[in-house]
């Protein structure tokens, strides 16, 4: 009992828990259909490509799982969310689109500019509203959730204006390789493991993260501790900034145009359910990236499994909602009390037992 209750209290018991269900969901509909017991797990490679249902999902989840990283540094550090990082995934496609393609074209085959320097000034754009979110923030103090409300609404706009209401096309290969594969695996899922392992090792041989922690647990007690909270709640908006358009050029490589209009749509929203069903606190303080990535992965294997059992793309986010709400409730601090206080009433009954015996 010792060792159960100490694996249930971990924090990654909940999402690891919640991704096992819905594993289990697909297995139990495969087995329903005729189909082995382990075809939800099964890998295999055609065409020189790995195919699969779990490779889908963590090529999908790509996206959701680079944002989820930035989300959880800004969550941590600051005690709210940054909800405009969709809209800076679709500026930052778009900045790179139109720079390869020349402005006022909109469908080329060769580029205007080097390859490196377009993604490099799409990345650039959205580390600066990043830092313009990070100012409104840490320097002026405003709400987290009504500063990045300004380019919640506005990035996606200024997209729009720079493709002059057009979807940007760039049919060069080269261009492709961010969203296709590299040898056999999809490339979104090797730069989600670059992502991972660089922001991991930061916070393994740098301060940074018990910084960040700090702030976020008190940032007065951390400013008269001499911490810098302004600086550090600004970095970590720049870095939610860097993630956002590492993943808008991901994501505009997979559809290889800038689609301002659909790319990053809903994502914040997935980012910060990430890392809520991560165990993370929105309240900011103490958090695990691991659990914030296992968040990301259980969202898109939710969205995966609706679609296999046949939820048309209108009627998923309803599917989707509702499980969502489940597994938070189930994670809440009222409910982890209430159940704790059950436990607490129980034991105390069977120890008077014991005693009353004795």
Do not use: H
Request: net charge positive; with cysteine; charged share 10%.
């Amino acid at each position: 009992m010792t060792f159960v209750k100490k694996v249930t209290k971990n924090q990654l018991f909940l999402p690891l828990f919640s991704m096992v269900l819905v594993m289990l969901v697909n297995i139990i509909y495969d087995v329903a259909n005729g189909n082995a017991i382990f075809n939800f797990f099964t890998i295999s490679i055609n065409n020189g490509i790995l195919y699969g249902r779990l490779i889908d999902i963590l090529n999908r989840g790509s996206e959701a799982a680079i944002l989820a990283l930035g989300m959880t540094l800004v969550v941590s550090a600051s005690a709210g969310t940054d909800i405009s990082v969709g809209s800076v995934m679709s500026l930052a496609g778009g900045v790179c689109c139109v720079l390869l393609a020349g402005f006022g074209n909109v469908n080329v085959n060769e580029y205007a500019i080097p390859l490196w320097l377009g993604v490099l000034a799409g990345i650039l754009v959205a580390c600066l509203c990043g830092a313009f979110n990070g100012f409104l923030v840490a320097g002026l103090k405003i709400q987290p959730m009504v500063a990045t409300l300004i380019l919640f609404s506005a990035g996606r706009a200024i997209g729009l204006l720079l493709c002059n209401s057009n979807i940007v096309y760039v049919n060069v290969e080269s261009f492709k390789f961010f969203g296709g594969y590299c040898w056999i695996f999809p490339t979104p899922i090797l730069i989600t493991v670059l992502c991972i392992a660089v922001t991991a090792l930061v916070l393994k041989f740098t301060a940074l993260g018990t910084y960040v922690q700090a702030v976020g647990i008190n940032k007065e007690a951390a400013r008269i501790s001499g911490y810098k909270s302004a600086a550090i709640i600004f970095i970590c908006y720049v870095v939610c900034g860097l993630f956002a358009g590492i993943a808008g050029i991901t994501a505009t490589s997979r559809i290889y145009s800038a689609d301002t209009n659909n790319i990053g749509l809903n994502l914040e929203m997935d980012a910060i359910l990430a890392v809520a069903l991560g165990g993370n606190s929105l309240g900011g303080g103490k958090f695990r990236l691991s659990g914030s990535i296992i968040g990301a992965y259980t969202i898109q294997a939710i969205t995966t499994t609706l679609y296999a059992l046949g939820v048309s793309s209108a009627q998923a986010p309803v599917f989707k909602a509702v499980i969502v709400i489940l597994i938070v409730t189930i994670q809440s601090p009222a409910v982890k009390a209430y159940f704790a206080k059950r436990a607490a009433v129980k034991n105390a009954m069977m120890t008077a037992g014991r005693e009353a015996q004795a």
